[in-house]
């Protein structure tokens, strides 16, 4: 097998410790799948323009990476709307978690006023908030619903996870994830919202929480693996048609 390509959509900075962690964390799926998983980074402003062309087109897999506010929100959720209606394999964590639930609200919910606090601090009613406790280099214990994508990658209905995040889903928005498509299946002991995922989709799954610092420690970790098991059942793209 060719190695599996992942597009990683976000703006690199070696400083970032998810940046460090995420080409490991890839390289460690392989490892355990027996296959080579390699990432292209891909800058949220070269998508401004559209996504024809670029990695986010071509690669098997996209992953929206932590460090937002990104250069260009709109290239950020233009390649999350590509994964989710061309059914690319998909997964989004900490910003990637927010702008996911961003697009899914302007484009499926209709919400086009939907926004991010961090970048639109005036919004009258943003979707995403800061929240109430930060969240930076903390761990803290995830549960699972029971069948989800995320609890069979786990095999378990719970894990300890480890974030670097000061903004997540406003409560009171939590009601618009009911009916589904996209679904909450992870919330902290609090009860705040940690994950979600969307059905009929072959791999779409966003966390607040970064998996990826798994690698940091040497280990590969389920979610990631799984992730890259969908992107290797799924054929390169040509060109946007």
Not at 222 to 229: D, Q, R, S, V
Request: one cysteine or more; glycine letters at 10%.
């Amino acid at each position: 097998m060719t190695a599996v390509r992942i597009a990683l959509v976000g703006d690199y900075d070696p400083a970032v410790t998810a940046h460090q962690a995420i080409p490991l964390a890839l390289a460690k799926a392989g490892a355990e799948l027996g296959f080579e998983v390699a990432g292209e980074w891909v800058g949220t402003d070269s998508l401004a323009a559209g996504i024809h062309g670029t990695a986010a087109a071509r690669c098997q897999g996209i992953w929206c990476v932590p460090a937002s506010p990104y250069r260009s929100e709109a290239g950020a959720l233009l390649a999350i709307r590509h994964a989710r209606e061309r059914r690319r394999p998909f997964l989004g964590t900490c910003g990637g978690f927010q702008h996911a639930l961003l697009e899914y609200a302007r484009h499926v919910l209709g919400l086009g006023g939907a926004a991010h606090a961090e970048s639109e601090p005036c919004a009258a009613a943003p979707l995403i908030v800061p929240l109430a406790c930060d969240l930076v280099e903390a761990s803290a214990e995830v549960l699972f619903v029971p069948g989800s994508r995320l609890a069979r990658a786990y095999g378990a209905d719970r894990g300890v996870e480890t974030y670097h995040c000061r903004y997540g889903l406003d409560p009171g928005h939590a009601h618009l994830l009911e009916e589904g498509p996209l679904r909450i299946v992870a919330r902290d002991r609090a009860g705040e919202v940690r994950a979600v995922e969307l059905d009929g989709h072959p791999f779409f799954v966003a966390t607040l929480f970064q998996p990826d610092r798994a690698a940091l420690a040497g280990r590969a970790h389920p979610l990631i693996n799984a992730f890259a098991e969908a992107a290797s059942r799924t054929a390169p793209e040509v060109a946007l048609r």
